[in-house]
């Protein structure tokens, strides 16, 4: 187990289920489990929450999603997040129609809106971990 | 199943007057708060064959089989006991399994109690907790930076995108309950506010300022819950229950369905449904303020405005005293106490308002009050309704 502390943000420790989905994200991809009979679902189980299936599969997801809902954090709960207020804490739907709590980056915290859709990025590394984040899907450098 | 409505009664009702207790263990304000219940309802601890608490973190003083070490630190051998943890709504929670347990002869007079030193602990809410979180689900959400009153925000902002509730709207909330806690000796702030105070404040978390949520203290409550026939014999008025309701949803926020519905749809639809009464029999209600938003949804999801109108209804006065249903009226979690699990704090307000004893913004002869929990972040609702 990493050893944490206080003015770190908190790593996250996989589960059996969850270290494919870490490993995904590390590689640059967010993989979704699918069962067979058809249910996708997020986050990762060792069985199908929809119909207690235990045959599961992974699909990658697009990476495209809009923004279901956000807040921006100006004051900090953990320690470890202190020096990176305001951020922005989001809610994004994947196209897939799966929902990942995550964070939008490359943008002013000002100009998050419900509705807007983004893309995932994979540069925030947390320890030995990539933790999947989204920016807008029109960045600045696509306006260029 | 066999209806106990109207069967059990709460017939003494404590909340502790402190706020802010660094000198004394949580422990110490919790047993302080099982007397003063029990002396309201004119017993004493040999009375008491049931007992539930949901202390379960640092700030309740507490660690594993809490409700062991409570029953024996305030000197209980229950044969009933409930350590039903929900996050908030806990006491609500176990007093309506009280009542059930009661109608059931499985208890006789139980005790339903909580306290915490939130203000004072050197261990911050839910601190700790991260580390146990990120090895499970948690760990998909807590390193993104969640936090308590962001995770609130994450609804109150969907609720602004569908149905164009605003700023003013939250900040309501925030000035009708400090306009009750006025009166309210205990209350932590009693001094009037202005929408645009609430507005000008610090952003805490969008679209929350810090009037926008609610206080931190150090305090606690207790309930005492029997049948009606031996409350009868109480020196102070009991307060019958009539119907409960409970839902559970999820913990973490990328499992949710709605962000502008709640598991309230489900308990209030049940309390109500138990009660055989509707929205329009309730005289007087406390909705669980942890930030502005909770009392809006609440009230859109118990059923006293339409899906969406919360705002318009909150701005239009109905939520005051004189309003079409008074909510909050000892200055709520906002303006008067929230030491972690403010659920015990809402029936106690409702019995007081029965008595017409309400310490803020006492109603007009209430007949019937409602009280209304949340626990986790929208995850957890419990309701009880009560009549005199």
């Known amino acids: ?144 | 199943m066999s209806n106990w409505s109207g069967s059990v009664a709460v017939a003494g009702v404590y909340e502790s007057p402190t706020r802010r207790d660094p000198n004394r263990h949580p422990f110490e304000i919790q047993a302080e708060c099982v007397l003063g219940a029990l002396a309201n309802a004119g017993m004493s601890l040999p009375d008491v064959d049931g007992f539930a608490t949901s202390a379960a973190l640092e700030a309740e003083g507490a660690g594993p089989f809490s409700v062991i070490e409570l029953a024996e630190w305030i000197g209980l051998r229950p044969t009933y006991f409930d350590s039903t943890d929900i996050g908030g709504a806990s006491p609500i929670s176990q007093i309506g399994h009280a009542a059930a347990a009661i109608h059931a002869g499985m208890a006789e007079v139980v005790v339903v109690s909580y306290a915490a030193n939130s203000y004072s602990s050197s261990v911050r809410w839910g601190e700790r907790t991260e580390d146990v979180e990120r090895e499970g689900p948690g760990q998909f959400e807590v390193p993104y930076g969640r936090t308590i009153p962001s995770a609130f925000a994450l609804a109150a902002n969907r609720h602004m995108y569908e149905y164009g509730t605003t700023p003013e709207h939250l900040a309501q909330v925030a000035v009708t309950c400090r306009a009750n806690a006025a009166t309210n000796p205990d209350a932590r702030y009693r001094s009037p506010i202005t929408i645009d105070d609430v507005l000008t404040g610090p952003m805490i978390a969008s679209p929350f300022h810090r009037l926008d949520c609610c206080v931190v203290t150090d305090s606690g409550g207790a309930v005492v819950v029997t049948t009606v026939e031996r409350a009868r014999d109480c020196p102070n008025q009991p307060a019958r229950l009539l119907g409960f309701g409970e839902s559970i949803h999820q913990q973490w926020l990328n499992q949710a369905d709605s962000f502008v519905s709640s598991p309230g749809v489900t308990s209030g639809h049940r309390a109500f449904a138990q009660a055989g009464l509707s929205p329009t029999d309730i005289d007087v209600a406390q909705l669980y303020d942890a930030n502005t938003f909770t009392p809006m949804i609440a009230l859109e999801d118990l059923g006293f405005c339409q899906r969406g109108e919360a705002g318009e209804f909150v701005s239009s006065g109905a939520i005051a005293r004189d309003g079409k249903i008074p909510i909050n009226t000892d200055g709520g979690g906002l303006s008067s106490n929230h030491p972690g699990r403010r659920g015990i704090f809402t029936v106690v307000e409702s019995v007081r308002q029965l008595r017409g004893r309400g310490p803020g913004a006492q109603v007009d002869n209430p007949e019937v009050a409602l009280a209304h929990g949340f626990g986790g972040e929208l995850s957890s609702c419990a309701t009880v309704i009560m009549g005199v």
């Open chain 1, 1 to 144: 187990m990493p050893n944490d502390t206080s003015t770190q943000r908190p790593t996250p420790v996989p589960y059996a289920a969850a270290k494919a989905y870490w490993e995904a994200a590390g590689g640059g991809s967010i993989i979704l489990q699918r069962c067979a009979a058809g249910h996708l679902q997020f986050y990762p189980r060792a069985h199908c929450r929809t119909c207690g299936s235990t045959d599961l599969g992974w699909i990658t997801a697009t990476g495209s999603g809009t923004v279901h809902t956000f807040s921006i954090v100006y004051r900090a709960g953990h320690d470890g997040f202190v020096d990176r207020v305001p951020y922005a804490f989001a809610i994004v739907e994947l196209d897939e129609g799966q929902r990942l709590t995550s964070n939008i980056i490359n943008s002013d915290v000002d100009q998050v809106r419900i509705g807007m859709r983004v893309r995932a990025v994979f540069s925030d590394q947390l320890g030995e971990y990539t933790l999947p984040q989204f920016e807008p899907a029109q960045s600045k450098a696509d306006q260029t």
